[in-house]
Each structure stands twice: as structure tokens, then as C-alpha cells.
């Protein structure tokens, strides 16, 4: 954060140091289940609100103004970058599809590594932009992981099997390590132009990965992860990895470099801090349990913050995205939850 000002709780937790309270942010907490996000996206694409600094910095602001979260997430999506390399695409209700899909070897040569300052200078204008608006609020930046980018370029979307993935993996392993190569390099690029640009932390989406054995991603998705966290050293800012269904994983996730690991609705938590040692985590509320009860959400949030108790560093979140149809009610009381937990009385 900027010189002279207390660290912000959210900052405090992934460092591993004192916090006032238990901080806490949400993943898509900027989006569809919002009525005031919804108002402006009736008007715009949602290309159009990415790439327009003013609507992505007024969406990115929405649930701090109505929340008072203790973390901004800047409004994209990790499909962003693809683009400038020559992969564009489109999001529809069902999902996210390429217009132009990597099937062959001249495919992967033809994606070109682009410079981010350039090419994605809108990302940067909004982060400046959100800065001015944000005062002592974090602002997080993020990317997608070489894997999940890659399955949605080979896959040409979403996918249930990954066949076209696998095939690739089995059949011309050399070729997928060319295609990750030349993603780690843009989304290392594209990571530091966010620091630069004035972002506070970054996290990694891993969001398919959790497809592979053990073994294929740590030949395959390891290398790229710590490649990308290296880039990062010495920024001061921290690195946080999230991966979806990755708890057949966490052995290589503390691996990987991140300062701190967000984890999903699969760990128990307090089990999984006995293979994450030092590092701060973040987590790991299932998004569905915002459609219980209030009882329920406040008893599995306490839960959870208990849980966080005995971690280096403890950010509340949910397990993956809120999901759109999510009663603003429910994050009410999720959010007066945690902000009410304190160890020494609930312990």
C-alpha cells in the first residue's frame, strides 16, 4: 500500500502478520447478483465494460461501496489476454467461446507474446483509475494460469471430458509444453504491467487443472506457476494462487511459489493447514451455502473463521465465485458474520 499508511487487514493476513479483524473479500464479488451491476451491464457488453476504464472501475467499485469489503478485485476476465495474441473470443450465457481455436502445431506458432503496456493498456488504465477511487481499499489483480488458458484454447470453451486437451497431452506432450511456454510468458507479462500499474496483490486462477493426475501437473503445470511467481519477486506486493479442486494437489500448490494459497469448498480446512505450514490461505465458504438459512451461513462461516484461527494468515472467502442468483441477504450476513468473529470468544 502506500508509504505511510497502516496495512490494510487483507495485506496483514497474506503476509503472515497481525490483523485487527478477520479481513474478507469474495471471488466475482463485482457481478450479476449485484442490482446495480446488473443496471449498467443492461447497457453494455461485457467486452464493453472490460475495456472501458470508467465501467470497469464503476463495477470494481460497486461492492466496496455496498459491502465494504476489505479487498477490490479489478473487473476482467482471465480470457483477456488471448486476444492481442490472436485468440479472440466472445461470452455468452453458456460460457466463454474462442472464435479462433489451437489445434495444430502452426496454431501455437502463430499465438504471438505481446507487451501488455500496449496491448492491454486499458487494464492498466482502470487499475490507476481504481487507485484515485480507492483510497486504502487493496486493490487486487489477477490472470488465468497457463493450464486453464490453454484448455480453453484447445477446447474452444468449456468442456466436460477435455478431449481435444488430453489428446494433446498424450499424443503431442512436446507441442503443450510449447503452447503453456508461450502463455507463461504473457501472463508473467501481463502481471507485472498490473503491478506497475498500482495493483496491491495478484492472484493466479487455476480453474482446470484439477483435471490432471498428480504427476502431469507437476511436469506440466508446475514449471509455469513458479516461472510466473518468480517474475514477481521483489514487487513486495503478494502472490496468491487459487486452483479448483485442488485438493489431490496441495503438496505442489505450497510448491509453487505463491505467497499465500486460496483454497476451494473441497479442503477442511483446518486439515489442510497441516500441509501449508507457513503460508496465509484464504477460503473456503461453499458458494451454495449463501442460499441457506441465516443460521446456517453464520454457522458454517464460523466455522471456517475458527478454522482460519490457527493459520498464518486467514482471508475469508468463498470456495469459488458467488454464484448470480445469490440473495444480497445472504452475503449480508456472511459478511457481518465474519466481520463479528473474534478467536478469543468464539474459540
Known amino acids: 500500500m502506500r508509504a505511510g499508511t497502516v496495512t490494510p487487514p487483507f495485506l496483514a493476513a497474506l503476509r503472515g502478520q497481525p490483523t485487527s479483524r478477520r479481513p474478507i473479500w469474495i471471488m466475482r464479488q463485482a457481478g450479476r447478483y449485484l442490482p446495480e451491476y446488473r443496471a449498467v451491464r443492461e447497457k453494455r457488453t461485457f467486452s464493453e465494460l472490460c475495456q472501458t476504464p470508467e465501467l470497469a472501475s464503476e463495477v470494481t467499485l460497486q461492492p466496496i ?18 486476444e492481442p495474441m490472436g485468440a479472440p473470443f466472445e461470452l455468452t450465457d453458456g460460457g466463454p467461446r474462442l472464435l479462433h481455436t489451437v489445434r495444430s502445431e502452426d496454431d501455437v506458432d502463430a499465438l504471438r507474446i505481446v507487451d501488455s503496456r500496449e496491448h492491454l493498456a486499458f ?37 466436460k471430458d477435455f478431449v481435444r486437451l488430453k489428446s494433446m497431452l498424450y499424443g503431442r506432450p512436446d ?52 516461472r510466473i511467481f518468480e517474475s514477481l519477486e521483489g514487487t513486495g506486493v503478494p502472490r496468491v494462487l487459487f486452483m479448483k479442486g485442488g485438493a489431490p494437489y496441495l503438496r505442489q500448490m505450497v510448491g509453487s511459489g505463491a505467497d499465500a494459497l ?36 453464520r454457522r458454517r462461516t464460523r466455522e471456517i473463521c475458527r478454522a482460519g484461527d490457527l493459520a498464518p494468515g486467514h482471508v475469508f472467502n468463498l470456495g469459488h465465485g458467488i454464484l448470480p442468483t445469490t440473495p444480497i441477504e445472504a452475503v449480508e450476513t456472511l459478511v457481518e458474520t465474519v466481520r463479528g468473529h473474534r478467536p478469543e470468544v468464539e474459540a
Not at 493447514?273 to 442460499?291: C, K, M
Open 123 to 159: 487494464v492498466g488504465d482502470t487499475i490507476r483509475t481504481l487507485r484515485e477511487e480507492l483510497g486504502t481499499t487493496p486493490l487486487i489483480g489477477f490472470a488465468g494460469a497457463p493450464f486453464t488458458l490453454a484448455a480453453y484454447l484447445l477446447e474452444g470453451g468449456g468442456s
Open 65 to 82: 461501496r455496498r459491502f465494504g469489503f476489505d479487498a477490490a478485485i479489478l473487473f476482467s476476465d482471465i480470457l483477456v489476454p488471448l
Open 175 to 226: 507441442l503443450l509444453r510449447r503452447l503453456l511456454a508461450k502463455l507463461t510468458d504473457q501472463i508473467a507479462d501481463f502481471l507485472r504491467m498490473q503491478v506497475s500499474a498500482g495493483v496491491d496483490a495478484v492472484q493466479l486462477f487455476d480453474t482446470w487443472a484439477g483435471i490432471l493426475t498428480p504427476a502431469d501437473y507437476e511436469i506440466l503445470v508446475l514449471p509455469g506457476l513458479r
Open 262 to 297: 486460496g483454497l476451494d469448498w473441497t479442503f477442511d480446512l483446518a486439515s489442510a493447514l497441516a500441509e501449508t505450514g507457513s503460508l496465509p490461505v484464504q477460503g473456503n465458504l461453499d458458494p451454495t451455502v449463501l442460499y441457506g438459512s441465516r443460521d446456517e451461513i
